[in-house]
């Protein structure tokens, strides 16, 4: 049986953790350069800022300089403040976490419509789970002239807290969130079809990279085994929760199905419905062949029927008057002759 307790076994731990940071942060920053031309939209203005966009760019670059600065204290050759380094980098990456979870908990808050027996208990699951992670931070680092920057003391117990109130947190909007897609109130759309198999997944991976670092903190082998799922999990997390924003944001702008019900405010992110037309159908004469005047009705143009947009939170963003043909229902009284 491994000794993990051994100064060999931890060594060579030691090192194994190195290379597994520095690959995590290649397959990081791949996943960030290729969605980069979605954030460039929001930057250059391409597309309407909206409030939730807020923790989807928190989340992507806490992460991203947590793993920068991960990186630095794994390579730094020369004496710098660990303590410092360390701080940041807890706070970075403890906040990545946190985000990750917010970004999939707005999700499930706009499929339920925001009511308020839903909205209260994910928000404070939300605030129990950042005072756990900004308790996390205390962290005690110094350097060594042998091997740079290493951690004297951290407080265990807060980490797998955090870790186990963030799984939870998961498991309840991954459930949550199925049981509402479902059963919907209005019946399965294309929409409700793309997030049950594809949002749905991304719920779950996240469930299950806390799953795997809370059960490498609570088996508590030695100090680096303890810890070594825990950016695979932030990473993870982190990829997923940007996805679906990502995911549901592109299917908004490349034009939404009908969704019937009351449902409609309730999507997880911006996608489009149509509203009735308020009036009478106008009506004009027509001439049939024996010479009679017949009235009959006309529909309206597409281009006259009105969409609107929701964001993330299920709230109505602009009125478009754009031409939408997923959205247009096939009817058979166009066939119908003219007499």
């Known amino acids: 049986m491994v000794d993990w307790l051994s100064q060999a076994e931890i060594l060579k731990d030691g090192a194994a ?11 990081y920053i791949w996943e960030w350069f290729t969605s980069l031309p979605f954030d460039w939209d929001y930057i250059s203005g391409k597309r309407q800022f909206r409030w939730p966009m807020i923790f989807y760019f928190l989340n992507r670059y806490c992460l991203l300089f947590a793993l920068i600065g991960i990186a630095v204290a ?21 906040a990545a976490i946190g985000l990750a979870s917010i970004n999939l908990s707005l999700r499930t808050i706009a499929v339920w419509n925001q009511r308020w027996f839903i909205v209260a208990p994910i928000v404070a699951m939300i605030m129990a789970h950042w005072s756990l992670l900004l308790h996390g931070i205390l962290v005690k680092a110094n350097w060594d002239p042998v091997l740079g920057c290493v951690i004297t003391s951290t407080d265990s117990r807060l980490l797998v807290a955090s870790f186990l109130v963030g799984m939870s947190l998961d498991f309840i909007v ?29 719920f779950l991976i996240a469930f299950l990279s806390n799953l795997l670092a809370t059960i490498f903190m609570l088996l508590n082998l030695n100090a680096v085994m303890s810890i070594i799922a825990n950016v695979p999990a932030a ?45 009478a159908r106008p009506k004009v004469l027509t001439k049939s062949s024996d010479g009679v ?45 003219p007499y």
């Open 74 to 94: 794994l390579n730094v050759t020369t004496e710098v403040d660990c303590q410092a380094l360390y701080t940041f980098n807890s706070c970075f990456g403890n």
């Open 293 to 337: 005047h017949v009235q009959m009705e006309t529909f309206e143009s597409p281009s006259e029927r009105s969409y609107l947009e929701y964001d993330a939170a299920g709230k109505i963003t602009k009125n478009e008057t754009t031409y939408d043909p997923e959205a247009q229902i096939i009817s058979d009284e166009f066939k119908r002759p």
């Open 17 to 27: 953790f190195g290379k597994f940071m520095h690959a995590l942060l290649g397959l």
């Open 174 to 202: 991954l459930c949550l969130t199925a049981y509402k897609l479902l059963f919907p109130t209005g019946g399965k759309s294309r929409l409700v079809s793309l997030i049950f198999n594809d949002g749905l997944i991304y």
């Open 235 to 279: 990473i993870a997390s982190t990829v997923v929760a940007c996805r679906a924003v990502r995911r549901l944001t592109n299917y908004s702008s490349a034009g939404a199905q009908m969704f019937t019900g009351n449902t409609t405010a309730a999507s997880t992110l911006a996608f489009r419905t149509t509203t009735q037309a308020s009036g």
